[in-house]
């Protein structure tokens, strides 16, 4: 909104809105999956209780730490989905039919990897908030653009 005010076209803002939704999904992707590599010892014994008994502790720590990496990963996809958006958005305008269908082509993966992930926290916010970006991101392609000055709306009196 702040982007939209201060530069006059609506636009910008829906794309400085996928850039923060970009920027924040890679960097916790990015601090989760780091923090795995860098404090192993620190993973939860997630699979312990259902790994068979003569497993040994190596094969329980490689198994805890894919089950720990899995809603990075996630988080990595999504953030690459997003990206895909912001090229769709950010390419020259072209026929309005065109744009709005590769956003809406683009838009579905996101929408869906947010909701089938239930039992990541946020993961219903996500997906409202990729949902109502692509959404504002269709409606804002099929419009003209506003006029970038005030000069040029008193001019047109």
């Known amino acids: 909104m702040w982007t939209t005010g201060r530069t006059g ?38 699979v312990g209780p259902v790994m068979a008994p003569g497993t040994s502790a190596a094969q329980r720590q490689a198994a805890d730490a894919t089950e720990a990496a899995d809603p990075y990963i996630g988080l990595l996809l999504f953030g690459a989905l997003l990206v895909v958006i912001l090229w769709v958005m950010a390419r020259p305008p072209s026929r309005v039919g065109v744009k709005s269908a590769l956003l809406t082509l683009v838009g579905i993966p996101p929408v869906t990897l947010g909701l089938s992930a239930r039992h990541f ?37």
């Open 9 to 46: 076209r609506a636009d910008q803002g829906v794309m400085a809105a996928l850039c923060a939704g970009t920027f924040a999904a890679l960097l916790v992707a990015l601090l989760g999956l780091s923090a795995i590599a860098f404090f192993p010892d620190r993973i939860p014994d997630i």
């Open 121 to 157: 926290p946020g993961a219903a916010g996500l997906a409202a908030a990729t949902a109502m970006v692509v959404l504002l991101a269709l409606v804002m392609t099929g419009r003209a653009p506003l006029p970038l000055t005030m000069a040029s709306c008193v001019g047109r009196r």
